[in-house]
């Protein structure tokens, strides 16, 4: 049986999770929030005691056996570090630093790729990312390309991180994620960008709900083709 693989790509905080994990569920695909995955490998890397800028140092953790994996439980995904639920650890400030940070070295995106594209072998996927449409499934029968403006996004995350208690101003991060928009777009390694034959999804003005239609929209007619 052939499988369908949906892949979104776009800035940070422009809400691919949400909206590839709703869309996911009610089209009876499997999620895989790569992001997630690549903030575990900083979660390790800080553990390890290797400060933002130790390029060098990060092969040795990779070199050291971890594993990262996913499970999903009544449709909610968790992530593993070496069979620990990280899914809370990963979503702070410094782990989004941090994922910045390692997902710039090749040898991370190598040890990521094979894990990334299995799934996309044996299930309906929609994975979302960075660089998901251009490197790690070229090949997908979607493209989306997900963005909304850098104000649109940094409000939207202000609300989640006071929401969770963190005590930050709407200025910081703001300039927090024009500076992750910067890193993610210059890179050496799979820079962010919109793949040729991917769709633009603008969700600057729409609700949540909105988006989430807008995507399925773009979904539905691979599914029925």
Known sequence: MKTIAVAIDG????????????????????????GAMYRTIGLAVCRAGIALGQTERIQSVLDSGIQVSLK????????????????????????????????????????LLQTQREMAKTHNVIMDGRDIGTVILPDAEVKIFLTA???????RRFIELREKGEDVTLEEVLADMKQRDHDDETRAAAPL????????????????EQSIAAVEAVIRPALEG
């Open 193 to 208: 960008k919109q793949a040729e034959d991917a769709i633009l999804v603008d969700t600057s003005e729409l609700t949540l």
């Open 149 to 155: 403006s850098a104000q649109a996004r940094s409000k």
């Open 72 to 111: 999903y439980e009544q449709g909610v995904q968790h992530v593993l570090l070496d069979g620990e639920d990280v899914s809370a650890s990963i979503r702070t400030p410094e782990m989004s630093k941090y994922a910045s940070f390692v997902s710039a070295v090749p040898a991370v995106r190598a040890f």
């Open 11 to 34: 800035p940070s905080g422009a809400g691919k999770s949400t909206i590839a994990r709703a869309a996911a569920g009610h089209l009876g695909f499997v999620y895989v929030d790569t």
